[in-house]
């Protein structure tokens, strides 16, 4: 055996050969160096997340509180006729209410000034008061309206005080008659409220998310139905009765490209089949879940058909070993092993869904409508393009409520996909 | 197997057809068109839908153009009623509408609108430009010493000795905005005739519209997307940089922007409305007369429209910074929309 410096005798190591030590520092130098970066890129996420959310919640906080106004109106019979509440003179009776407040101007330029302090919105809602409790007529009520939007950004300290007088939203004036109604103590900062149980406005003190809020639950619910029937019917057939031939990989190959597919592409596809041919209405949820249906097919057949390859095939062999059929085994045994998967995927498509807004935009789901949808076929808009419309808006006050609508959309995904790992935790089987 | 995709399809079509069957019936107003008259027929359709308690007309913003080209699709309920236009009807437009059966259309003109350069207070200059230095800073190609040439100008000093010498960056509408078409046509065209390389050589309005229409892309002018409120944010942040957009916007947030004065002149309400302020454009809104009294609520919507209270001065669409016509145009207006009296072919 020919002894050189460099081969050691098999079995025995020379612990002092400095190569050897050399060698050693550099894998350990190169392990730390990949636990580090690994970490660092944690970090980055971690804190990207971070400036993300803070800067979100920073704008967004102060909208989900509104300024409002207490006042005592007079529910004049004069005013309102029993026979026809509609067409009464409520914004005579808010006038007076609020002028009462300040009993020394009577110049119609001012009294117009302090009318708008409070929202355009509050003679509707008292006259929605009234409407629903005709008793009110000839009663004296108190009645708590909420403020325009500059008067609810000066309260909310948006607007500084101490920015010279021509350069501010609101003049010294105004602040001062705003600080009139603050000392008679009528001035509340309540919780936002309208912000959920209001539709759209293009007043920022009255916008709320209800309509889109059922516009975007009327879209899921319809994708849903259409994307998870169809989808698992589809991934049980590839999955469990396909033939394995050139047909069946072609097929495959395009659901896993389909996946990948810009969903803008959907939308003009929704926007030419749905509405150009079927002549179905633009705007409608209904048809907002077909198309967005569209998009979520595809991942609900390659989750559920990983679903069903993850059930082993044992539990078939010996379902068929008993006498069971095909079809049998697919609903009896497979099917429902493999549904904690199956849901897991559809939620997260759908929470996709959720989030999707270009193929929205083209089938017009971004129109401005003052109320809520009834059924899935009446005009709305969804969270995300509700957010698109709000952040497009110029009055200040909608600024804050984009970044809130944003946080609303978060709090919902968040919510849908802590469901997806809560089934996959609870019910997932291992083998 | 078979079973379940059979009930899946079956429910696939059920599904559509009374999808269909549903779209025979429509009980409210639709609107299309441009994104700057959005927001007035937002506040129309609000208090239209507030007062008389109707459906709520949806609105939706298209772009001038987008609206056309959907207004024009056809009669019938699948069709919207209304479109707004921040430039009049194109011939080829009306045309369109022609082809599909839309022949009777009313056309109704709500105001104008001024278009406004803003830059941040934090800038200590005072900014004005005239329309023929904002052509040089803007335009795709210039003159420089009597030839026609890629425009090389990157500090506003280049233009004007008297302007700083900051770099040019102005951030503006994209192509498909039609903020963007009125800025071209009032701004950059009349710009571009005051120069004396046009005047000198003898240019007609032709050689204008075909050589400087376009805006430069070398950087110092910014597409900021339809997103007005993005680009009063990047104002905030970057105190030489300037922005065009509507003059609501401008209005909206004076205590963070200042005007650029054109010519002198800053835009308000009555600068725009007698025209001495050089951008400003009319607003439209065009109705298909052929849906009146089949659509409920639609003649009450333009009557809400065109009332002293919306747009009439003071009115709740001033709030909302349109410049109201003057007095007899209301009148004329009025009239028209009441009426439903045609338009004739746009040249």
């Keep these: 055996m020919s002894d050189t410096p460099h081969t050691a005798p098999r079995g025995r190591i020379d612990w002092a050969d400095p190569a050897l030590s050399e060698r050693l520092r550099l894998r350990k130098r190169r392990q730390f160096w990949l636990k580090a970066l690994g970490l660092g890129a944690v970090g980055v996420a971690a804190l990207m997340l971070f400036v993300l959310i803070a800067s979100l919640v920073v704008t967004g906080y102060q909208a989900f509180r509104q300024t409002h106004a207490t006042i005592e109106v007079n529910i004049d019979p004069f005013q309102v006729d029993p026979a026809n509440i509609r067409g009464g003179n409520f914004d005579d009776i808010i006038e007076t209410a609020i002028l009462a407040y300040f009993p020394d101007v009577e110049a119609p330029g001012e009294q117009r000034e302090i009318v708008r302090i409070l929202s355009d919105?509050?003679?509707?809602?008292?006259?929605?008061?009234?409407?629903?409790?005709?008793?009110?007529?000839?009663?004296?009520?108190?009645?708590?309206?909420?403020l325009s939007d500059p008067y609810d950004l000066l309260n909310k300290g948006l607007i500084d005080r101490t920015t010279p007088e021509e350069n501010r939203r609101l003049k010294d004036d105004q602040i001062a008659r705003f600080d009139t109604l603050a000392e008679a103590g009528i001035i509340s900062q309540p919780l936002n409220t309208a912000l959920i149980t209001n539709a759209d406005s293009r007043f920022p003190e009255l916008a709320g998310l209800k309509g889109?809020?059922?516009?975007?639950?009327?879209?899921?619910?319809?994708?849903?139905?259409l994307a998870?029937?169809?989808?698992?019917?589809?991934?049980?057939?590839?999955?469990?009765?396909?033939?394995?031939?050139?047909?069946?990989?072609?097929?495959?190959?395009?659901?896993?490209?389909?996946?990948?597919?810009?969903?803008?592409?959907?939308?003009?596809l929704a926007l030419a089949v749905f509405?150009?041919?079927?002549?179905?209405?633009?705007?409608?949820?209904?048809?907002?879940?077909?198309?967005?249906?569209?998009?979520?097919?595809?991942?609900?057949i390659i989750a559920t058909r990983a679903a069903l390859k993850a059930v082993p095939g044992s539990i078939r062999e010996a379902a068929l070993g008993v006498g069971a059929s095909r079809q049998q085994v697919v609903f009896q045994h497979v099917l429902p092993l493999a549904m904690p998967g199956i849901l897991t995927g559809t939620i997260i498509g759908l929470a996709q869904?959720?989030?999707?807004?270009?193929?929205?935009?083209?089938?017009?789901?971004?129109?401005?409508?003052?109320s809520a949808p009834e059924t899935p076929f009446d005009s709305a808009t969804a969270l995300p393009t509700q957010i698109f419309i709000w952040a497009d808006s110029p009055e200040r006050g909608f600024v804050s409520r984009t970044s809130a609508a944003i946080l609303v959309l978060l709090t919902f995904l968040v919510t849908m996909n802590a469901l997806a790992i809560f089934l996959r935790s609870r019910f997932e089987r291992r083998w | 197997m078979s079973k379940m995709r059979t009930t899946a399809s079956v429910f696939a079509l059920a599904a559509l057809s009374t999808g269909a069957a549903h779209a025979q019936v429509r009980d409210h107003i639709s609107i299309v068109g441009s994104s700057t008259v959005f927001p007035y027929t937002q506040a129309v359709a609000e208090r239209f839908a507030n007062v008389t308690g109707a459906p709520s007309p949806v609105v939706e913003s298209t772009g001038t153009g987008g609206g056309m080209q959907i207004f024009c699709q056809g009669i019938g309920e699948g069709h919207p009623d209304i479109t707004g236009a921040s430039r009049g009807m194109k011939a080829s437009e009306f045309e369109l509408c022609a082809e599909n059966g839309v022949e009777d259309i009313t056309q109704v003109q709500i105001g104008s609108d001024g278009l406004s350069i803003a830059i941040s207070r934090e800038n200590d200059f005072d900014w004005d430009l005239s329309l023929r230095e904002i052509y040089l800073a803007l335009g795709a190609q210039v003159p420089v010493e009597g030839e026609w040439v890629d425009n090389p100008h990157t500090t506003w000093n280049e233009i004007n000795p008297d302007l700083p010498e900051t770099e040019i960056l102005v951030l503006g509408p994209p192509p498909t905005s039609g903020t963007r078409d009125a800025f071209v046509e009032l701004a950059?065209?009349?710009?571009?005739?005051?120069?004396?390389?046009?005047?000198?050589?003898?240019?007609?309005?032709?050689w204008v519209e075909q050589n400087c229409s376009r805006m430069r892309t070398d950087g110092p002018f910014v597409e900021a997307g339809e997103n007005d409120n993005l680009i009063v944010q990047r104002l905030n942040s970057d105190e030489t940089a300037m922005g065009i957009f509507g003059y609501s916007f401008l209005f909206e947030n004076s205590d963070v922007l200042k005007p650029v004065t054109i010519n002198g002149v800053a835009p308000d309400e009555d600068t725009i409305a007698s025209g001495d302020y050089p951008v400003s454009r009319p607003l439209f809104f065009y109705i298909k007369n052929g849906h009146r009294g089949a659509i409920p609520g639609l003649n009450e919507f333009i009557a809400e429209y065109v009332s002293e209270d919306s747009f009439g001065p003071g009115g709740y669409l001033s709030e909302r910074g349109l410049v109201p016509l003057p007095q007899a145009r209301r009148e004329e207006m009025r009239e028209r929309a009441l009426n439903g009296v045609s338009m004739s072919a746009p040249e």
Excluded at chain 1, 240 to 250: G, V
Excluded at chain 1, 283 to 293: D, K, R
Excluded at chain 1, 356 to 364: D, H, Q, S
Excluded at chain 2, 191 to 198: A, I, R, T
């Design chain 1, 212 to 225: 889109a809020l059922v516009g975007s639950f009327y879209a899921l619910a319809t994708c849903f139905l």
């Design chain 1, 228 to 268: 998870f029937p169809v989808g698992i019917g589809a991934a049980i057939y590839l999955e469990e009765f396909a033939p394995k031939n050139r047909l069946s990989d072609l097929i495959e190959i395009n659901i896993n490209n389909l996946a990948a597919v810009p969903s803008v592409v959907f939308g003009l």
């Design chain 1, 353 to 370: 869904a959720l989030g999707e807004t270009a193929p929205l935009l083209l089938i017009g789901m971004n129109a401005f409508i003052t």
């Design chain 1, 275 to 300: 509405i150009g041919w079927f002549g179905l209405p633009r705007s409608a949820p209904f048809v907002g879940g077909m198309t967005l249906a569209l998009m979520t097919l595809p991942t609900i």
């Design chain 2, 188 to 206: 950059m065209h009349a710009g571009c005739e005051e120069l004396d390389f046009v005047q000198d050589g003898g240019f007609d309005g032709d």
């Design chain 1, 121 to 146: 919105g509050a003679e509707f809602q008292l006259r929605d008061r009234v409407l629903d409790n005709p008793e009110l007529i000839g009663e004296r009520v108190s009645i708590t309206v909420p």
